[in-house]
């Protein structure tokens, strides 16, 4: 059962980090001039939208999540635009984050949103999927030890490391290389990407090699 | 011995303050090259001797002088573009004439960073590149020794005046038969600066008695660091400067009928200035000033203009030297600009490239024990030896075109070896005194490790270390040591041909100095001896393992860590406030996530008290009384935490301790955005200039009114009556002082007529300053004679703190009171919401002050760059330049962020100790290492760096700040430790 589901796990996973290559080779054949550093925006939203649906995707084909509830159209509805909204809200919590952390508040508010919109893609919208608008859950998962199952470790991983990617991104932005990849966001919304595709990749094998001293707890 | 942990750590902080000392002292080589100016100058170098038996030249006086008079107008900070780029084109429609028309050489001169006026009058007037240390002194000067171009003229019998900036008064006392200095400290005076010097010009251009005339304009300068290179104001001041220019210059040509030899005007700026207006770095505006030669002697231009050729500042020094007809000064390192005397013979102008190569080489010989290979020296002996071809040729009579040839032949090998040479001595200014700086890290990293050697004593609960001194076993190796540093001590010195401070030191000091290294070194073999001995043993204690860390720990390590390596890029150090805002906003967050974490778990536990969350608690519980090795009663800690933990979430103020963490982050982004600084965004507008600029005096003055009043509602708090009262006066003192020299204005006083220095005003305010800190002193005395409760020293010690807030009011510039308000309202609110509920311990504390010390020492607009230096504050109610006050008003205006957190540290501690009673020996501690592990680790950067192009200009202005930094933290080390006394005094009682 729980070789199946680590299985099952590798292959999302690995899907989910190949997307994301992917979404800086393909766009190029359609569209005249797209480079991930030059139309740096497009790239942030063809990045969005591309790991935006195959999360949700994922998430309708593999239900990871817990015995799907019979519920009806009303609730599921309702459930879905409680995410839309824990989304958006998501977006612009981050973005205020990201105007803390010193990025201007009103010249290239549009990189930032956007940058902000790709945080929420990598860290945010995965939790919807994976736990449904359901803040006790959150942080239950967010908690020490509070994973249930292997999916939610997957989860911690991958969420923490964007961040830290992100995090980390902004280390090259004061070196005086003047480089295309220091300008604001890239280099941030790069080292979030690098994260994600890290976390995806760390996260069964984290697991695979603590194989033993996972012992999950039922709620 | 037994030392307790703040004892140690200030000790070690003393003596390591003493190592970067004679670090700094090696680093920094006063200017070794200068040979004092002895015996009168007498004749240059004859011109080279022809070959062949017999053969003088007839030619071996010096070459008279070219001009007859010389008028030297130098414009401070008087950038390249303002005279050729578009602004000059605007604004001085005469200059651009005479450049683009008129019989005139232009050029761009690169002036050496620091790029600060005194060390640049030195550039100019000796040819020799000033050391960095020049800088300091920079306010202080003394009479420059060196042989100087002004020198050369008095001696020569000329005559010479000078109106301008007093900084030339002081460098060359008793040299001008007429002058009259202005000084430069009112920043705010864009007008009278000038008039004092223009007002002179009608009167001196008419009379006849003089040869040289020097002419020094600060306004420029002045409207640079107050509103920077593109404000309004600058093109009435340039236009004012053409004006000024061509009066000279119509005066000079209309003389000039009727003396033989023609005048020579030269027009310089001393240094640029950066897209902020101030200068003192090395960026492209701050390096490039326009340098201008016009004289009725040069060829009229023709032809299209070009742009003007890169020269150094230091040639101006030979070139005047030659044009005067005085030797060129011996220091100098600059090479003649050819184009000024190209309208002479040619026997002429290889005459005087010659006695520039002459003089240039010569410096080498002095300076170089191998100065024959060098390529320049070389290069040299060549065109000599072709000059003298030349010569034998010439004598012969032989006047056809193969001369001139060979002439121009000669003249360009000339051309090249004084390039070579000027080259390589220029290089050598950056001297290394390699002994000195080898025994001040030694000193510096020996300290380092023992203070991390000690760290799991000095934070245990008894809090003491004990210090081996005694044990025989080491008097051995001591002894060893001793001898051995001193055979090195002795070899070395005998042996260097450089000069070096540490050998010029007495023979008593260096041994000092050498037993001290040794039974430092020896304490540390036997602190490791002793770790190494516990570690057989069993363990007793828990080691403190990773896993047991919380974020904010693994924050702080790896925040410190990357803080210090990041200080070996320069681009890092240029914009070091980024790395601290980036780590205290991620401290924040941490925090945050730490307090939702404490809110939420617990309100899960409670109602259902729920075994897994229950268990998962209590992991957070053993966790962190593993690490925190400081708690004394470490069992008790944990009901202490649930029942302080529920108490917190019952109070009504559980929301704002959640937000706590936003609005320091919000206050945090505000004052960013108040002062830019750094390098690359310096330029960006930020709130300050707009608030310093005058059309927004009401703005500021009432944004500095609301400070002062938030600042006394904030502080009044903990402060007996006496001590509220006076704090009220001094803010309102602070204010009409800034209304006194016209910063602010008051609302019923609209128009600011008299302008005063506000001596008065500030002497009030320095006198409640006084009067609350001697008030708090008391109260520390009483507390430690009487040993009276523990209430009447913290109040103490706060009233001290409340009299350095007002001292810090009186001298930050009006526009950076906020940074004062949003220090004041974070100290408080992380004291009651985050400190108080999470119960941090000592070392976590003590790091989150550093660091937002760190933060605040940017917040209030200082930069690693010597620029950024608010040198007003050090004249703050006097009448003139005292040096110790102005020193020390200067160093606590700059450190005012890292100082007031510091003594905010020993209130928040000492106020603890009711809870762990080591808490300030362990505060003490961990802020002496928070200090030493950048000061020792950059020091040993800085020496692997020494040849990096920007060690001038990035690193060197950092090693000073770091420096300064650790004395002023061994004086806050030292207050800690006195504190620390009287408490454990007491308790021993």
């Known amino acids: 059962m729980r070789d199946a589901e680590a299985r099952r796990l590798w292959a999302a996973n690995l899907l989910r980090a190949a997307a994301v290559p992917l979404t800086a080779v393909v766009p190029a054949f359609f569209m005249d001039g797209f480079t991930v550093l030059g139309t ?180 | 011995m037994r030392l307790r942990s703040g004892v140690l750590a200030a000790g070690c902080l003393l003596l390591q303050a003493m190592g970067v000392a004679i670090f700094l002292r090696g680093f920094f080589p006063m200017a070794v090259r200068a040979r004092p100016r002895g015996e009168p100058p007498g004749d240059g170098p004859a011109e080279p001797a022809p070959p062949g038996s017999g053969a003088v030249s007839n030619w071996s006086a010096m070459p008279p002088p070219l001009f007859r008079k010389v008028v030297l107008v130098l414009i401070d900070a008087l950038r390249e573009d303002f005279v050729f780029g578009p602004k000059g084109k605007q604004f001085m429609p005469y200059a651009t004439q005479v450049i683009e028309k008129g019989t005139s050489y232009s050029f761009v001169a690169e002036a050496k960073p620091p790029t600060v006026t005194m060390p640049r009058i030195k550039a100019l007037m000796t040819g020799s590149i000033p050391g960095f240390i020049d800088v300091v002194v920079n306010l202080n000067s003394p009479a420059l020794l060196d042989d100087n171009l002004i020198w050369q003229a008095k001696t020569a019998g000329k005559r010479i005046i000078f109106y301008g900036d007093d900084t030339w008064v002081k460098l060359f006392p008793k040299h001008f038969v007429e002058y009259d200095g202005t000084t430069s400290f009112f920043v705010s005076d864009f007008t009278e600066v000038d008039d004092n010097v223009t007002r002179h010009l009608d009167r001196v251009l008419k009379r006849e008695d003089w040869d040289l005339l020097i002419l020094h304009y600060l306004g420029l300068d002045h409207i640079g660091h107050v509103t920077g290179p593109n404000s309004p104001q600058v093109g009435p001041k340039l236009r004012e400067m053409d004006n000024i220019l061509k009066k ?249 041909e450089s000069l070096c401070y540490f050998c010029s030191m007495s023979w008593l000091t260096a041994l000092g100095v050498m037993m001290l290294i040794s039974a430092l070194m020896c304490g540390i073999l036997s602190a490791i001896g002793k770790i190494l001995e516990n570690s057989r043993l069993p363990v007793k204690n828990p080691v403190v393992s990773s896993s047991s860390w919380s974020e904010v720990d693994v924050l702080m390590l790896a925040g410190t860590i990357g803080h210090v390596l990041s200080l070996g890029a320069s681009s890092f150090i240029e914009e070091e406030h980024q790395t601290w805002y980036f780590l205290i906003n991620t401290l924040c967050l941490a925090l945050c996530q730490e307090l939702c974490r404490n809110h939420f778990l617990l309100k899960e536990c409670d109602p259902q008290h729920g075994i897994s969350l229950k268990q998962n608690f209590d992991g957070i519980g053993e966790a962190s009384d593993c690490k925190n090795i400081d708690v004394p009663t470490s069992g008790n800690s944990k009901l202490d935490k649930v029942a302080s933990s529920a108490e917190f979430i019952k109070g009504s103020d559980k929301w704002i301790s959640l937000a706590s963490p936003w609005i320091i982050l919000i206050c945090c982004r505000l004052l960013r955005s108040l002062n830019q600084t750094g390098v690359q965004w310096a330029h960006r507008p930020d709130f300050g200039h707009w608030l310093t600029s005058s059309e927004h005096k009401s703005e500021l003055s009432f944004l500095a009114a609301v400070s002062l009043v938030m600042i006394f509602f ?267 006394q009287n408490h454990s005094q007491k308790v021993q009682d």
């Open chain 1, 40 to 219: 740096h925006l497009a790239w942030l939203c063809v990045c969005v939208l591309c790991v935006g649906t195959l999360n949700v995707g994922l998430c309708l084909v593999l239900k990871p999540s817990l015995p799907p509830k019979r519920s009806s159209v009303a609730t599921k509805i309702s459930r879905f635009l409680k995410c839309c909204i824990y989304f958006f809200m998501s977006c612009i919590l981050f973005h205020a984050i990201i105007v803390l952390y010193g990025a201007p508040l009103i010249e290239s508010v549009t990189e930032t949103f956007l940058f902000a919109v790709l945080l929420s893609t990598f860290t945010t919208l995965q939790c919807l999927c994976m736990l449904g608008p359901n803040i006790q859950a959150w942080i239950r998962v967010f908690s020490k030890n509070g994973a249930t199952s292997i999916w939610e470790n997957s989860l911690q991983i991958t969420t923490t490391c964007s961040i830290l990617g992100a995090w980390f991104g902004a280390f090259p932005i004061p070196l005086d290389w003047d480089r295309p990849w220091q300008v604001w966001p890239i280099s941030c919304s790069l080292g979030a990407t690098f994260g994600y595709v890290a976390g995806l990749i760390i996260a069964p094998l984290w697991i695979h090699w603590n194989w033993k001293q996972l012992t999950y707890k039922s709620r």
């Open chain 2, 248 to 496: 000279i210059h119509i005066s000079l040509l209309s003389k000039e009928g009727e003396a033989s030899l023609p005048s020579l005007l030269v027009v310089c700026g001393d240094h640029g200035m950066s897209e902020t207006g101030s200068h003192g770095g090395s960026s492209e505006g701050e390096v490039h000033t326009p340098l201008l030669f016009i004289s009725s002697a040069f060829e009229k231009r023709s032809g299209p203009l070009t742009q003007p050729e890169l020269v150094q500042q230091t040639d101006l020094a030979s070139t005047l030297a030659v044009g005067l007809g005085l030797p060129i000064s011996r220091n100098s390192v600059g090479t003649l600009i050819l184009p000024v005397v190209g309208g002479k013979t040619m026997r002429e102008q290889l005459r005087f490239l010659h006695l520039n190569g002459f003089q240039l080489s010569r410096l080498l010989e002095e300076n170089t024990p191998a100065y024959e290979k060098d390529p320049g020296y070389e290069q040299f002996k060549i065109a000599e030896k072709s000059h003298g071809n030349w010569i034998k040729l010439y004598l012969e009579g032989n006047n056809s075109e193969i001369l001139m040839n060979l002439g121009k032949k000669v003249l360009k090998q000339y051309l090249e070896a004084l390039k070579t040479l000027s080259a390589s001595l220029s290089k050598q200014v950056a001297q290394y005194d390699m002994y000195s700086m080898m025994v001040g890290t030694v000193i510096v990293m020996e300290v380092l490790l023992l203070l991390l050697l000690s760290v799991p004593k000095a934070l245990s609960s008894r809090a003491e270390f004990e210090v081996p001194l005694s044990p025989s076993l080491f008097s051995l190796l001591f002894y060893l040591m001793c001898l051995v540093l001193c055979a090195v001590h002795v070899i070395v010195c005998t042996s260097a």
């Open chain 2, 714 to 980: 904030l502080v009044q708090r903990r402060c007996s009556l006496v001590s509220k009262i006076a704090m009220a006066l001094g803010l309102l003192g602070v204010y009409s002082y800034r209304a006194a020299i016209g910063n602010v204005v008051f609302p019923w006083q609209h128009d600011s007529k008299d302008i005063s220095k506000g001596i008065t005003e500030a002497r009030f305010v320095y006198v409640f300053v006084l009067g609350i800190v001697f008030t708090g002193t008391k109260d520390l005395l009483k507390s430690q004679v009487i040993s009276a409760d523990s209430s009447v020293k913290s109040t103490g010690l706060w009233e001290v703190y409340s009299g350095l807030v007002l001292l810090a009011a009186l001298l930050f510039r009006p526009h950076n009171l906020p940074v004062l308000v949003f220090c004041l309202l974070i100290q408080t609110m992380m004291t009651k919401y985050i400190w108080r509920p999470l119960k941090c311990d000592v070392a976590q504390i003590t790091i989150m002050h550093y660091w937002f010390g760190q933060a605040f020492f940017y917040f209030q607009g200082n930069s690693n760059g010597i620029a950024t230096v608010d040198v007003s504050a050090g004249f703050v109610g006097l009448e003139s330049y005292v040096e110790i006050p102005a020193i020390f008003l200067t160093a606590f205006a700059t450190y005012a962020g890292p100082l007031l957190w510091a003594i905010h540290l020993l209130c928040y501690l000492s106020s603890e100790v009711s809870r762990n009673a080591a808490a300030v020996g362990h505060g003490c501690f961990c802020y002496a290492l928070m200090r030493s592990i950048p000061v020792a680790i950059y020091i040993l950067l800085v020496t692997g760096l020494r040849y990096h192009l920007f060690i001038w200009s990035v690193f060197s202005p950092k090693l000073l700040y770091e420096g300064v930094h650790v004395f002023i933290t061994a004086a806050i080390c030292l207050f800690f430790t006195a504190m620390d």
